[in-house]
RNA sequence: CGAGAUAUAGCGCAGUUGGUAGCGCGCCACGUUCGGGACGUGGAGGCCGGGCGUUCGAGUCGCCCUAUCUCGACCA
C-alpha cells in the first residue's frame, strides 16, 4: 500500500492536515499520552541532534558556554519584571504540591492536602527570571562581565492549541542568556547571534529567512528590542524560526544586578537572550516537503546516503554485500554517513518509498546488472531524478552531488520566497493579496492602532520590520501618514 | 478558552430499526517472488476512549468526563 501524502504542498486548504500526516508517516513524532506534548521519535531526534549539534559549534564559535539552571521557577520570580509576567502568566504550568498518598476510598492516589507548597513552583516557560536571580551572585564587578551562557533545555508553556514540532505545550530549545557591562556591547551581542541563527538556517536547514526586528506589539515580553529570523512555509504561511532579545536593564533592575565598573560608578548590568527550539524541524518539514514526503538537506539528514541491494537469491546477494562493503568504506572515509539496508524483511520497491519518506538524500541500489556492468545507480531525493554510473569514483561524485543537493534546496525554496513576495501600496490591493499568502511588503504608520486593525481585518501580522531591505519612507498604506520604510506583513503560523 | 467533528485490532476505517465484533494494511508460519510500497494459503490479535443511565439486551440511544483533529483567540 503507497503512502498517501496528500497532494496539498501546493495548496494550503488543508496543509496543516498534509503536514500532520507526513510528521507521523514520516515517523518523527507523535502526540503523547500528555495533552499537547509530543513524542519525539528516533529519527526525528537524529535529525534534532544534528541541529544541536552544529548550533553547538556555533555557540562555541561565537565564545559562549553551556550551563544548567532548574526547570522550577519560584512564583515570585516571575512577577519581578512586569511585562514579563504579563506575557506568561497565562500559560504557566504550576506546582503545588511536593507529595501524593494513597487514596482513603482504596482507589489509587491523591495530592495530599498536607503537602503544600508554601510557596507554588512554576514550570519554566523560559529562564530570564531563574538566571538572573543567579547571575545578581556571579556579577560584582565589569570583570565578572560579560558572560556569555547557553542552555539546552525543555520549557513548557500551556499553550491552548498544538502542533507537532510547530507550538508544543513541552518544547526543546536552546535559551542563551547574556550579561554585558554597555548598551552596545549587549545590543551587539543581540545582533550576532541573530545572523548565527540566519546563518544556521540558511546554510543548515537550506531554509531563507528574512532579518528584522519585531514590532512592540510582537515584541518578547520583557525585551526592550526582539529581533528574529522569519520563514516562509510552501503554502505561504510564515514561520517565526529564531529570536534574539535585547532586554536592556529590565531584568537587571527586577533582580538588582548591579556592577561597579572601571571608574567605580555603579550601574545596572545589560542583557540579551536568544532561542531556537525544536520549531525548526517543523519549519524543515514545512519548507521543502513535497507528496513523497520528507526532503533533507544533507547538511542535516541523519544519514546521507541509503543503499538498497536488488537480488534474486541469497548467493547473489551475498556478492553483492561484499561489492557494497568497499563503497561504504570509500564513502565514510570522505565523511559521507552511510546507511546500507539489506534488511531481507523488505523488498527494493518498499525501500525505495520508505526512505524517500523519511527524506534521505540520496539513494544508492546496486543490483544484477549493476554487478555485471560495473555501475550502481544513483538517486537524489530533491529532484527525484536517477541514473547510473560506474562505480569508479563513486565518492567523489557523491561529495561533489551532496553539495549540489544542499545548494538546490535552498536555490528551490529561495525561488519560491521570491515568487511569494511582492510589493503593495494600497490597502485594497494588500487586502486582496494577502490571500495569495506570501510575504508583502508594504508601507505603514508605525502604530499599534494601525497594526492592530490590519490584523483584525486581514489576520496578517507584521512579521518584522526587516533589517537589510530598501529604507525609502513612503505612506501607510491605510492612514497615508508618513512611514519610514516598507514592513514585511504575512498570515503565520 | 469559544464553535464544529471524531474516539471500534498496531495503523486506516465499516458496523443497517439496539440482538454473539467486521474489512484493508501491518504482524506470525510456509511457499513462490525480489530493478518502484509482490502474491497465495493458513494463523494470531478487540473491556468498541472512561463513567453513569435507559433497556431483557448497548459499539449503536441519553447525560457527564477525557483526549485528538479542524476553525477562531493566544503563542516560539
Known amino acids: 500500500m503507497a503512502v498517501e501524502i496528500k497532494e496539498l504542498t501546493s495548496r494550503s486548504d488543508n496543509y496543516a492536515q498534509w503536514y500532520n500526516d507526513l510528521v507521523l508517516k514520516a515517523d518523527l513524532a507523535?502526540?503523547?499520552?500528555?495533552?499537547?506534548?509530543?513524542v519525539i521519535k528516533p529519527y526525528g531526534y537524529a535529525i534534532w541532534e544534528k541541529i544541536q549539534r552544529q548550533l553547538d559549534d556555533m555557540f562555541k564559535e561565537t565564545g559562549h558556554v553551556n550551563a544548567y539552571f532548574p526547570l522550577f521557577i519560584p512564583k515570585s520570580f516571575l512577577s519581578r519584571e512586569a511585562?514579563?509576567?504579563?506575557?506568561?502568566?497565562?500559560?504557566?504550568?504550576?506546582?503545588?504540591?511536593y507529595r501524593l498518598k494513597n487514596d482513603p476510598s482504596g482507589k489509587g492516589v491523591v495530592v495530599d492536602p498536607e503537602a503544600r507548597l508554601e510557596e507554588e513552583l512554576i514550570v519554566r516557560p523560559t529562564s530570564e527570571t531563574i538566571i538572573w536571580s543567579t547571575y545578581k551572585n556571579w556579577i560584582q564587578s565589569y570583570r565578572d562581565l560579560p558572560i556569555l551562557c547557553n542552555q539546552w533545555a525543555n520549557v513548557v508553556r500551556w499553550e491552548m492549541r498544538t502542533r507537532l514540532f510547530l507550538r508544543t505545550a513541552e518544547f526543546l530549545w536552546q535559551e542563551g542568556h547574556t550579561a554585558h557591562a554597555t548598551r552596545d556591547e549587549a545590543e551587539e551581542e543581540t545582533r550576532r547571534m541573530l545572523n548565527v541563527y540566519a546563518d544556521f538556517v540558511e546554510n543548515y536547514m537550506a531554509v531563507p529567512v528574512l532579518k528584522g526586528v519585531k514590532t512592540a506589539s510582537e515584541r518578547f515580553a520583557g525585551a526592550v528590542d526582539t529581533y528574529c529570523i522569519?520563514?516562509?512555509?510552501?503554502?505561504?504561511?510564515?514561520?517565526?524560526?529564531?529570536?534574539?532579545?535585547?532586554?536592556?536593564?529590565?531584568?537587571?533592575?527586577?533582580?538588582?544586578?548591579?556592577?561597579l565598573d572601571k571608574e567605580g560608578k555603579r550601574d545596572y548590568v545589560w542583557a540579551t537572550s536568544w532561542g531556537v527550539s525544536t520549531r525548526l524541524m517543523g519549519a524543515l518539514i514545512m519548507a521543502h516537503s513535497d507528496?513523497?514526503?520528507?526532503?533533507?538537506?544533507?547538511?542535516?539528514?541523519?544519514?546521507?546516503?541509503?543503499?538498497?541491494?536488488?537480488?534474486?537469491?541469497?548467493?547473489?546477494?551475498?556478492?553483492?554485500n561484499v561489492r557494497i562493503e568497499s563503497i561504504v568504506d570509500e564513502l565514510k572515509s570522505l565523511g559521507v554517513s552511510v546507511k546500507y539496508d539489506n534488511s531481507q524483511n523488505k523488498k527494493p520497491g518498499w525501500k525505495f518509498a520508505e526512505y524517500e519518506l523519511k527524506g534521505v538524500p540520496v539513494r544508492l541500489a546496486m543490483g544484477?546488472?549493476?554487478?555485471?556492468?560495473?555501475?550502481?545507480?544513483?538517486?537524489?531525493?530533491?529532484?527525484?531524478?536517477?541514473?547510473?554510473?560506474?562505480?569508479?569514483?563513486?565518492?567523489?561524485?557523491?561529495k561533489i552531488l551532496l553539495a549540489d543537493i544542499q545548494k538546490n534546496i535552498y536555490q528551490k525554496a529561495l525561488n519560491f520566497r521570491a515568487s511569494k513576495t511582492i510589493t503593495v501600496e494600497t490597502y485594497d490591493e494588500f487586502k486582496q493579496k494577502i490571500e495569495d499568502g506570501g510575504f508583502i511588503f508594504a508601507h505603514w504608520d508605525g502604530t499599534p492602532e494601525t497594526e492592530a486593525l490590519i490584523k483584525e481585518e486581514t489576520k496578517a501580522t507584521i512579521r518584522c520590520i526587516p533589517l537589510d531591505s530598501d529604507t525609502t519612507?513612503?505612506?501607510c498604506m491605510v492612514t497615508g501618514k508618513p512611514s519610514v520604510q516598507r514592513v514585511v506583513f504575512a498570515r503565520s503560523y
Request: glycine share 8%; with cysteine; aromatic share 6%.
Open 368 to 398: 544484477g546488472r549493476d554487478m555485471e556492468n560495473d555501475t550502481i545507480e544513483i538517486a537524489r531525493r530533491d529532484t527525484l531524478t536517477k541514473e547510473t554510473v560506474s562505480i569508479d569514483g563513486i565518492g567523489a561524485r557523491i
Open 291 to 320: 507528496d513523497n514526503g520528507l526532503v533533507l538537506p544533507p547538511n542535516l539528514a541523519p544519514f546521507h546516503i541509503v543503499i538498497i541491494p536488488i537480488y534474486k537469491n541469497d548467493e547473489q546477494l551475498a556478492l553483492i
Open 230 to 259: 522569519e520563514a516562509l512555509m510552501q503554502d505561504g504561511k510564515a514561520l517565526q524560526a529564531g529570536t534574539s532579545h535585547f532586554l536592556g536593564q529590565n531584568f537587571a533592575k527586577a533582580f538588582d544586578v548591579q556592577f
Open 30 to 38: 507523535e502526540n503523547s499520552a500528555v495533552r499537547g506534548c509530543m
Open 83 to 97: 511585562n514579563h509576567v504579563e506575557g506568561f502568566a497565562k500559560e504557566c504550568a504550576v506546582v503545588t504540591h
Open 473 to 475: 519612507p513612503g505612506r
